[in-house]
């Protein structure tokens, strides 16, 4: 079912201004993107504060705002003009990212590029005419004016899912309906003949395309164990990937599983720590062609 984005979460934020004003916003659609693209732009041209950030609570690809605060700075940079821009990254929590060995690195890059960063800072509002964003912080309300902002919604599951009886009831993942699965077999905990996997499902990590790669497979083989019989002993071990974008032509090959440990896929080729063309040229060119044919069952 994939999941909801809830701009309506944030008071003052209108989709339909996307693009104007110094406001961006990929994910609202196509041509959202395309106009986020056209503010980001302009915003390189001619400086300014710009902010970027996290929603609260679990996302799909959790890396994405963080490769977009680096493409940004990258793309100042190669205007020339980075000096003139202030670049502010508003974690929605006390670190940069849920693996502590890659948020310590993001940490030392952001650093290294002046990119500023607030922790516990949650986008509650947003005044556009103004341009000034509104954060919830542990000690109160914040404003901070902005001359271009990336706006990442809430996400939540869908209606369908949200409004059921399949959502977990209690926890942290009961508040914006995630379907209450087992972590290591995907087979809801109170209906086991209902299977969730990718952005819907309630566990602790795993709303990537990668991730999906890995579950469909262990669910599946549940699924033709409960027919035949024959009852699997497969296991999800909570398997993502994040090519982690840092700059044009470089990123850092992100893998890691439940317990946060690093996992290679390509060892002795691939350093996931590092910033390498290899990691970039996947990222871009090779990783397409496999998301398509995944849809299409045959990856």
Known sequence: TGLELNYGAIAGMDTARIGENGLGSIYHSPQAASATWGALSRFADTGGVGVFGRPLGEMKCAGAPLKYTFISDDHLRRRGNRGKAELQYMAQGKTLFGVPIVAEKVRMLF??????VRQEH??????????VATYTTPTGMAEQGYDFINVV?????????????LPW????????????????????????NVFGVG???????????ASVKWQVPVALSHL???IT??????????????????RL???????????????MSFPGVIAPLEELWISWVMKTMALKPTYMSMLRGRA
């Open 199 to 209: 952005d819907i499902a309630g566990v602790p990590k795993g709303k990537t395309a």
């Open 229 to 246: 019989g024959k009852p699997s002993t497969e296991v999800y071990n909570g398997y993502t990937s994040c090519p982690l974008i840092t």
């Open 249 to 263: 032509g470089q990123a850092m090959l992100i893998e890691f599983d439940y317990k946060d440990n690093l996992v």
């Open 169 to 192: 009831t209690e926890g942290v993942l009961a508040a914006d309906g995630w379907m209450e699965v087992d972590s290591d077999t995907l087979r809801h905990k109170r209906y086991p």
């Open 224 to 226: 033709v164990g409960d």
């Open 122 to 131: 949650v986008l509650t509002a947003i005044d556009l005419d103004r341009r």
């Open 111 to 116: 650093q290294d590029r002046g990119i500023q």
């Open 153 to 165: 919604p809430p996400m939540r599951a869908p209606a369908v899912v949200r409004n059921s009886p």
